[in-house]
């Protein structure tokens, strides 16, 4: 067998595996969606002094800017998130193999960003992975807020980054079946619990920031 | 379950919707809403870290709300709010928030934590866990015309000495005028300059005003304790009151949540909206100004600097009227740090100054504005809130630094009026 006895595995992992994973996927956020917008919110019957809805939408991206002075307070979940987030988004969005499981997918492609920025990216990404796993545990406020699903999102986040580092550089071997199957596996590991988690702020931060927004935005106040 | 944990766990699903589930679903425990709240930084204690304090709501959320959430409970799995639950998170809820808002201003996912703390007083009070203060002035309101019990005496004798004062008649219950003014208890109780300040204003800007005997108290402590029923019981007095009179505006006073309770919850608290305007006095004499009626003869020359009342500027959205005023009648106008939109809070708002539980903890919060107020070293501070001012005041004399006058902005335009 010139092949070994992981390419079940990994084909799996390709096909089933994945097309499960996106439909728990996908599935789960609509549904998880549709739990929140079903609530409603009772109409506001206040005069509006500004503009709620155009403030609601600017804020969706302004609040991705820390406000002045915020960042000086707690310098380690900031610059470790942004590079996190941006870390985690070159490599997903600009690794030639995603691009070509995104355009097999949904038919978009764009062009791919060379080995070195995306190992970049990754190994920045997991070093900020750490400091603010640090954070969690030194922190007086981080260490109170965090619960095990915190935990767990951190750690299923990271693992492809990981995984896929070792697969695309063969680090244990020649033959990177194995760990490229475990790549997709973590991988779908992280569909399948986005739905369930805090993952979910993913999607719903633009409603939350939406809402607070416009809630501000109707007394014409900032946000 | 007692039927009072019952009760509030009803108010507090009640004040579940879409917006509450979307900042639960999307908060990361990043905990930088704590470093926004000065119980927090004054303290160093996790326990202030402003997101922890709605614990119990995110948990009625998750149990109840959630695909995972439901299915844990169908198997008996979802931890349950007990009543030992509810008494250790009063103090979190009440003593350690005055809804500042700050927190809402810098989460990162756009949570507003401060409306969630709004929401999650509705359980508590609900529940019985409500603290007593705010209780005691909710009965007294109800039960009189304010939360000092009943002013109208009171209200009545202070419009006889304004009137004295400035030479000006001033008609109460006078129906179809530009202007009904609301007051704040603590505005009546320390005299009458407020009153007279505002007949000044009114005769030179050539605007007909009165004060409605049957609803002139603006402070609802139903926002604050977190009882809907006893807050717009509070509001209807007032809009009843100035649909009698068919007024066109209904001036709030310098007070932050009466303004916040008039002006953006009221016409929710009764469904429906007003057939009048609601402003502030400070939007009222703003506008004045750009009307050119408002004009001004000489400046104060002491430093002066401004307070941003939270409920007003932050979550009112009142930021530039008070600069333009100020830069009308102060020499030396300095700002503090933070100033506008993330100023710190006076360390009394949401009912903390009247918990007296809360005195403690409040004072030393107050150390942050302190700091601030050092660091501009100024003769007077002027703000527009009744409550901030008192607080200030008495904050400052605490710390030995009363040398610092505390100014009503309104007050001081009306000083300042040329003839």
């Given at each position: 067998m010139t092949n070994n006895q992981y390419f079940d595995l990994l084909m799996w992992a390709r096909t089933t595996g994945f097309d499960i994973a996106l439909t728990i996927m996908v599935g789960g956020i609509l549904l998880r969606v549709i739990e929140i917008v079903v609530l409603g919110r009772k109409k506001d019957f206040a005069k509006a002094k500004g503009s709620p809805v155009t403030q609601g939408i600017k804020t969706i991206f302004s609040r991705s800017v820390p406000r002045k002075g915020t960042m000086k307070e707690a310098p380690v979940t900031y610059i470790g998130g942004y590079i996190f987030h941006i870390g985690f988004f070159v490599a997903f969005l600009f690794l030639g193999a995603h691009i070509a499981l995104i355009k097999d997918l949904i038919g978009l492609s764009w062009p791919d960003f060379n080995k070195a920025v995306i190992e970049t990216a990754v190994a920045l990404a997991i070093v900020a992975a750490a400091a603010l796993a640090y954070t969690r545990f030194t922190d007086p406020v981080r260490r109170r807020l965090t619960g095990w699903s915190d935990w767990f999102v951190l750690i299923v986040s990271v693992l492809p980054l990981i995984t896929g580092y070792i697969a695309v550089n063969k680090v244990f071997g020649v033959d990177g079946t194995l760990w490229m199957a475990i790549h997709i596996l973590s991988a779908e590991l992280l569909m399948v619990s986005f739905p369930f988690t805090k993952l979910m702020h993913a999607v719903t931060f633009a409603m939350a920031r939406y809402y607070n927004g416009s809630i501000q935005g109707r007394k014409g106040a900032e946000s | 379950m007692t039927a009072t944990l019952e009760r509030g766990l009803n108010a507090l699903r009640e004040q579940i919707d879409a917006p509450v589930a979307s900042f639960f679903t999307s908060c990361?425990?990043?905990?930088?809403c704590a470093e926004a709240c000065l119980f927090y930084k004054e303290t160093g204690d996790p326990e202030y870290t402003p997101i922890h304090k709605l614990e119990l709501m995110r948990r009625m959320w998750s149990n109840e709300y959630t695909l995972l959430g439901r299915a844990k409970s169908l198997l008996g799995l979802g931890k349950k709010i007990t009543d030992d639950d509810l008494t250790r998170w009063e103090t979190l809820v009440y003593?350690?928030?005055?809804?500042?808002?700050r927190c809402t201003m810098v989460c990162p996912v756009g949570n507003d934590i401060t409306m969630m703390i709004r929401k999650m007083r509705e359980g508590m009070s609900a529940s019985g866990h409500g603290p007593k203060e705010l209780v005691g002035a909710a009965e007294r309101h109800t039960d009189g015309t304010s939360p000092m019990g009943d002013l109208t005496q009171a209200l009545l004798k202070r419009v006889e000495q304004a009137s004295k004062v400035t030479g000006i008649e001033i008609e109460v219950d006078k129906p179809n005028v530009d202007y009904m003014l609301m007051l704040s208890s603590h505005e009546i109780a320390s005299g009458e300059e407020m009153i007279a300040s505002v007949a000044k204003i009114m005769k030179k800007a050539g605007h007909s005003w009165t004060i409605s005997t049957e609803g002139f108290e603006a402070t609802n402590v139903g926002i604050q304790l977190g009882n809907r029923d006893v807050a717009a019981n509070l509001v209807s007095r007032i809009v009843d009151a100035a649909i009698k009179l068919k007024v066109k505006t209904v001036i709030s006073p310098e007070c932050g949540h009466a303004f916040q309770a008039i002006r953006w919850e009221g016409p929710n608290l009764i469904g429906k909206e007003y057939p009048f305007e609601v402003k502030h006095i400070i939007e009222v004499l703003d506008q004045f100004r750009a009307e050119g009626k408002l004009t001004t003869n000489g400046k104060n020359g002491d430093r002066l600097t401004f307070h941003d009342p939270c409920q007003v500027n932050r979550r009112g959205g009142i930021n530039k009227e008070p600069r333009r005023l100020m830069n009308m009648v102060a020499e030396n106008f300095i700002e503090t740090e933070d100033a506008g939109t993330m100023n710190w809070c006076c360390s009394g708002g949401g009912g903390v100054g009247a918990n007296q539980r809360a005195n403690d903890l409040q004072a030393k919060a107050f150390n942050i504005k302190k700091r601030q107020i050092e660091a501009v070293a100024p003769d007077a501070i002027v703000t527009m809130c009744a409550f901030c001012h008192s607080t200030l005041e008495d904050q400052l004399e605490a710390n030995e630094m009363d040398d610092i006058e505390v100014l009503s902005l309104t007050e001081m335009m009306a000083e300042y009026l040329d003839d």
């Open positions: - | 990361v425990s990043c905990g930088i003593d350690s928030c005055t809804m500042c808002g």
